[in-house]
């Protein structure tokens, strides 16, 4: 029924898919009944899913990645696709209204897609008041960025602006530095300016009653001399754990015509094209930090199997979302099943 569904909304144009499904969503279950009927098709509930990192107690180790709901106005509903934990954002913290459109597509034959949204958001504020009707007892992550128009040398301040307001609302924090899509966003994940980025907020997040954890997402592009960076990173200012990995800019490998691809543009790419690459992203962090830092892996999971790939390189947790769009929400219920078969 879903393959159904979905080769008629892949008709459309993704962005516009993507609002309308959610609205779908949002009525079906304010149906009486529904919202116990999805959580018996799709959440599995079972002690042995259990995660617990960075203090604290994740439901099962299957999430949902930064850029799906990016104003915080859906992880209610989101709650009942089978997640155990939801991120938030890209936010920043003055509202912004991305990309011009065109700058979403699918690559049907890769199941994968590209988008250069450019962290279009209705900003920090915005998402709070969103945050404020939180019913879902389900962890919540705020992946947070820098405004279009902020220079690099300002940066630090537009991430201290949105980890001061969202604080009291999420759970964790995701530090993004690693989206395509942002002029120059890039090369803050280079050691001198991330170190500084991340110190400032360790050193904010010190003085809270009680702190809050603080993850890096990083892209898929980078070296392994890059990464070894980022390992004395990690351990130099304390961060709890890695995002691993983002959107890539590479196009190798792609089944889609070429010129098809090129006529899409600039943009990041994701889903099974990039999975092999952030599997060995996990895999190269993990092996060569010893297994120091918490990883969650993200990037091209369109089934069981890649989830369990990305979890044996080395991933204490997994985040999905081009995957989730290909597959629905049953991935996370064969995900979870596929884990406690293992158990």
């Given at each position: 029924m879903f393959k159904f569904?979905?080769?008629?909304?892949?008709?459309?144009?993704?962005?516009?898919?993507?609002?309308?499904?959610?609205?779908?969503?949002?009525?079906?279950l304010m149906i009486p009944g529904m919202k116990a009927l999805w959580k018996k098709m799709y959440?599995?509930?079972?002690?042995?899913?259990?995660?617990?990192?960075?203090?604290?107690t994740f439901d099962n180790p299957v999430g949902l990645a930064a850029g799906f709901d990016k104003n915080a106005s859906m992880y209610n509903d989101l709650a009942y696709c089978g997640f155990g934990f939801i991120e938030i954002g890209t936010v920043?913290?003055?509202?912004?209204?991305g990309n011009p459109k065109p700058r979403l597509f699918r690559l049907k034959q890769?199941?994968?897609?590209?988008?250069?949204?450019?962290?279009?958001?209705?900003?920090?504020?915005?998402?709070?008041?969103?945050?404020?009707?939180?019913?879902?007892?389900?962890?919540?992550?705020?992946?947070?960025?820098?405004?279009?128009n902020t220079p690099n040398e300002e940066a630090t301040s537009d991430y201290v602006k949105s980890f001061e307001k969202l604080f009291p609302y999420v759970d964790y924090f995701v530090v993004n530095v690693s989206s395509p899509n942002t002029p120059n966003l890039r090369s803050l994940q280079?050691?001198?300016?991330?170190?500084?980025?991340?110190?400032?907020?360790?050193?904010?997040?010190?003085?809270?009653?009680?702190?809050?954890?603080?993850?890096?997402?990083?892209?898929?592009?980078?070296?392994?001399?890059?990464?070894?960076?980022?390992?004395?990173?990690v351990d130099a200012v304390k961060l709890d754990g890695v995002i691993a990995?983002?959107?890539?800019?590479?196009?190798?490998?792609?089944?889609?015509?070429?010129?098809?691809?090129?006529?899409?543009?600039a943009g990041g790419l994701s889903g099974k094209p990039v999975n092999n690459r952030s599997t060995e992203v996990i895999r190269y962090l993990s092996t060569k930090?010893?297994?120091?830092?918490?990883?969650?892996?993200?990037?091209?999971?369109?089934?069981?199997?890649?989830?369990?790939?990305?979890?044996?390189?080395?991933?204490d947790l997994v985040q999905v979302y081009t995957g989730f769009i290909y597959e629905g929400p049953a991935l996370m219920k064969r995900i979870n099943q596929a884990i406690l078969a293992r158990a």
């Open positions: 569904i979905r080769s008629i909304l892949f008709l459309f144009d993704p962005e516009k898919v993507h609002y309308f499904t959610m609205k779908m969503i949002h009525i079906t959440v599995v509930n079972d002690p042995k899913l259990k995660r617990k990192l960075f203090g604290l920043t913290p003055v509202g912004q209204d890769d199941q994968g897609i590209i988008n250069r949204m450019g962290f279009n958001n209705a900003g920090v504020d915005a998402a709070v008041e969103q945050l404020k009707n939180r019913t879902t007892k389900l962890i919540i992550g705020g992946n947070i960025g820098k405004n279009k280079e050691k001198e300016p991330l170190t500084e980025l991340l110190q400032t907020l360790q050193n904010i997040n010190a003085k809270k009653d009680k702190r809050k954890p603080i993850l890096l997402k990083i892209a898929p592009d980078l070296t392994n001399e890059q990464l070894d960076d980022i390992i004395e990173i990995a983002n959107t890539t800019i590479s196009r190798e490998g792609l089944k889609t015509y070429a010129k098809k691809v090129e006529d899409m543009g930090s010893n297994k120091s830092f918490p990883i969650i892996g993200v990037g091209g999971i369109h089934s069981a199997e890649d989830a369990l790939e990305k979890l044996d390189a080395g991933a």
